[in-house]
C-alpha cells in the first residue's frame, strides 16, 4: 500500500512565524502536490512537482514556498506565516503518468494565532 | 478551463437504500477520472480510478462510470451503510496535466 505521511496533524503558529510542513512517500513516485482545502472553497493547489528539485506554482503560491531535494519528500513553507493560512493542508503523490491513482497524507490541521 | 462540478452538495438517506452520486466537467479531454472518500479531518481515500478508454470500475459496493462525451461521472454505492457517510469527491485529469476536484457531496446514511 502507498503511505504519504504528513509530519504534523495538528500545528499551531504565531503570524509572522516560518513554518515548514513535511510530507515523505514511500512508492518513489515522480509527482508530488500541496493543496489546501477551506469549507466552501474546496481543495486548491498551491505547489506542485514532477521530479526532484523541480516545482511548479499551482493556483495559489502566493505567501508559500515548497523544496523538494529527494525524490521521497516534499516540503512546503510559509515563510511568514498569516491568519489567512489557517487551513487544513493536504500533501499527495503519484506516479509520473497519467493513468495512476492519487494517494493523499492524512492532512495538516495548520492554525495561526 | 477545466470545471467540475458535484450534485447535489449533500444528501441524506436511510441505510440499505442504493445511491448515485454525480460528477459532471467540462471538457472531455481527460486522461482518467478518480474517485475519492473524505472523512471529517482526514485526507482524502482514493476509492476508484477510470482510465478515459474505461466505462466503469467496480469495487466492492461501489460502481463508477464514466461517459466522456457527455462529461459525466457517477458513482453508485449499492446497500448503503452508515459507515458511508462521509464526503465523496471526484477529481479529473484533464490537459496540461491538471488535476481538477469538484466540490464534493456530503452523504449521510441514517441507520
Known amino acids: 500500500d502507498v503511505k504519504v505521511t504528513q509530519s504534523s496533524r495538528y500545528l499551531v503558529k504565531r503570524t509572522g512565524e516560518k513554518v515548514f510542513l513535511e510530507c515523505v512517500q514511500d512508492m518513489d513516485h515522480e509527482n508530488m502536490f500541496w493543496y489546501r482545502q477551506d469549507p466552501g472553497l474546496g481543495l486548491r493547489l498551491i505547489y506542485f512537482?514532477?521530479?526532484?528539485?523541480?516545482?511548479e506554482k499551482g493556483d495559489i503560491p502566493e505567501g508559500y514556498s515548497v523544496s523538494r531535494e529527494k525524490k521521497e519528500r516534499f516540503s512546503l513553507i510559509l515563510e511568514s506565516a498569516s491568519t489567512n493560512q489557517t487551513s487544513m493542508y493536504l500533501c499527495?503523490?503519484?506516479?509520473?503518468?497519467?493513468?495512476?491513482?492519487?494517494?493523499f497524507g492524512n492532512g495538516t490541521r495548520l492554525t495561526v494565532t | 478551463k477545466q470545471e467540475v462540478t458535484q450534485i447535489p452538495a449533500a444528501l441524506s438517506v436511510p441505510e440499505g437504500e442504493n445511491l448515485v452520486l454525480n460528477c459532471s466537467f467540462t471538457d472531455s479531454a481527460i486522461y482518467n477520472l478518480q474517485w475519492f472518500r473524505q472523512d471529517p479531518g482526514k485526507g482524502l481515500t482514493s476509492l476508484l480510478l477510470i482510465q478515459s478508454s474505461q466505462r466503469e470500475q467496480t469495487s466492492g459496493r461501489l460502481n463508477a462510470s464514466l461517459d466522456k462525451s457527455s462529461g459525466r461521472s457517477t458513482l453508485y454505492i449499492a446497500a448503503s451503510q452508515p459507515g458511508d457517510s462521509a464526503t465523496y469527491l471526484c477529481a479529473v485529469w484533464g490537459a496540461g496535466n491538471m488535476l481538477t476536484f469538484g466540490g464534493g457531496t456530503r452523504l449521510m446514511v441514517k441507520p
Open positions: 512537482s514532477y521530479d526532484v528539485k523541480m516545482k
Open positions: 499527495a503523490s503519484t506516479r509520473g503518468n497519467n493513468n495512476s491513482p492519487l494517494h
